[in-house]
């Protein structure tokens, strides 16, 4: 390829032959069939592409489909080579040969170095205009994962809300039921009790097991009512105290006749308060254990979410990740949607940098619960992808999304939200952890009255 064949492309009008000599030795001529791909969307522009014959197509994947977004028919039309001004740009559609013709190759180092030496002021305007759009986008996307943090705090909060509270309530509870049971046991010793009466009725006292199964409130009821009168029948003056722990706990009048013949001749309302104080303590302490299980096991969900104490690239299991992603975002669960869990066998673990993956499943989660308007089903499936690596589906029963939604919905800024309310980068940012970072792809399956975001993950993260 010499001068002459770039002197009639019309897009180097305004360079001399010495600089078109520049270009020839800089640049290779690609010859290309019909069919043959010549860069890949997503991948790195490393390279600038001038069609100098033939034509070539430049497709988008949605979804299961393919979308041809432009034709590059006329000698001069170039594409890509944006890494000449930006160290992070791609590729945005694949280049397939339509017709069979040729191309030029230039390497992005190389325009940048051609570009420095003849346009110096060109390439300034240039630079300025990538890192103005490069700033503006950094800022909307910190919005965005402020928004996305907002979100996934107050979802965690409400989850930790109640069982912190409930060990709150409880650990309050114990100083109270301790004393009183300090308080029975002196007055129950004050009095003639044997050794052997207080250690039958400790015997009894841990013959009680938990309340039978299916109880209802209204046999519970029945049950505290038939106590509260054997209690007051046999002069226990704090009956009303007594009756409801008693029947919470299982007892039944049988139990207080036989415990009434052991303390024969001793003082029975102390001996039954120290019960009734002991089995509450029991109670407290076992509701303070899982409150502050439940908190333990929610701060291991953050953890694992955030990744904070783990290698940024890892094997992960990406079921452990949907899973703590759904945790953070219960308080988003309205109570019209029904999550479906179908986690398959056999799904291998992939190599990946797991807390850039739970952005992704954040994401597309969010996206399905504002599409669904409080009811319907969200179902969240992994299994083996053919080829190797894993196959995750985020899908839900919203109005689905119409091609044209389609054919936009991973570019940045897109959103079919309200002003206000979506900046439209959740799917950008997806898009790129998932196609960028590992090398994987994610695409859009949807029809009406459903939508799935079908995300394949190969076995080892590729990152650009």
């Known amino acids: 390829m010499g001068v002459q064949d770039l002197r009639a492309v019309a897009l180097f009008d305004g360079l001399t032959d010495g600089q078109l000599g520049e270009l020839a030795a800089a640049g290779s001529e690609v010859g290309f069939a019909a069919g043959e791909e010549l860069f890949v969307e997503g991948r790195p522009a490393e390279a600038w592409w001038v069609l100098l014959d033939g034509s070539v197509s430049l497709v988008r994947r949605v979804g299961h489909d393919e979308t041809v977004l432009a034709e590059m028919r006329s000698p001069g039309q170039w594409a890509g080579g944006f890494r000449a001004w930006d160290p992070h740009g791609v590729y945005l559609a694949t280049g397939r040969g339509a017709v069979p013709g040729r191309m030029l190759r230039v390497p992005a180092t190389a325009l940048r170095a051609l570009a420095d030496a003849w346009f110096p002021f060109g390439v300034h305007l240039i630079q300025g205009l990538v890192g103005t759009v490069r700033r503006i986008e950094s800022v909307a996307r910190q919005r965005e994962s402020l928004v996305a943090l907002g979100t996934l705090a107050a979802g965690f ?43 039958g009725l400790d015997a009894l006292r841990r013959e009680i097991g938990p309340p039978p199964p299916g109880l209802g409130a209204l046999a519970l009821a029945d049950r505290e009512d038939a106590l509260s009168d054997w ?16 029947a919470a706990a299982g007892v039944d009048v049988g139990w207080c006749e036989r415990a009434a013949a052991l303390l024969a001749g001793a003082p029975l309302e102390p001996g039954l308060e120290w019960v009734a104080a002991s089995l509450t303590l029991g109670s407290l302490l076992t509701e303070v ?5 439940r908190v333990s096991d929610l701060i291991g969900v953050i953890r694992s979410y955030s990744q904070l104490d783990r290698a940024a690239l890892q094997w992960v299991d990406v079921a452990e990740g949907l899973e703590s992603t759904l945790v953070m975002l219960a308080g988003r669960l309205p109570p019209g949607v029904t999550v479906v869990r179908d986690y398959g066998a056999g799904v ?18 969010d996206n399905a619960l504002d599409a669904m308007g409080g009811s319907g089903t969200l179902r969240v499936s992994t299994r083996p992808a053919p080829g190797g690596g894993v196959l995750v589906e985020i899908a839900d029963t919203g109005p689905g999304m119409s091609a044209a939604v389609r054919a936009h919905a991973f570019e940045p800024f897109y959103t079919t939200k309200p002003v206000g309310e979506g900046t439209g980068l959740g799917l950008d940012v997806s898009w790129r952890i998932v196609v960028e970072r590992h ?25 650009t």
């Open 289 to 293: 254990q899982e409150s502050t299980r």
């Open 348 to 365: 291998p673990r992939v190599e990946a940098y797991a807390g850039e993956l739970n952005q992704v499943w954040t994401h597309l989660v």
């Open 157 to 199: 909060a409400h989850e930790i809300n109640n069982p912190a509270a409930a060990a709150t309530r409880a650990a309050a509870a114990l100083g109270d039921t301790s004393a009183a049971l300090l308080a029975a046991l002196s007055r129950l010793t004050a009095g003639p009790v044997t050794a052997e009466q207080l250690a």
């Open 231 to 246: 209690l007051a029948e046999h002069g226990v003056a704090r009956g009303w105290l007594i009756a409801p722990q008693f």
């Open 439 to 463: 090398g994987g792809d994610i695409a859009i399956d949807s029809e009406p009255g459903r939508t799935e975001l079908q995300v394949r993950l190969p076995p080892r993260a590729v990152s």
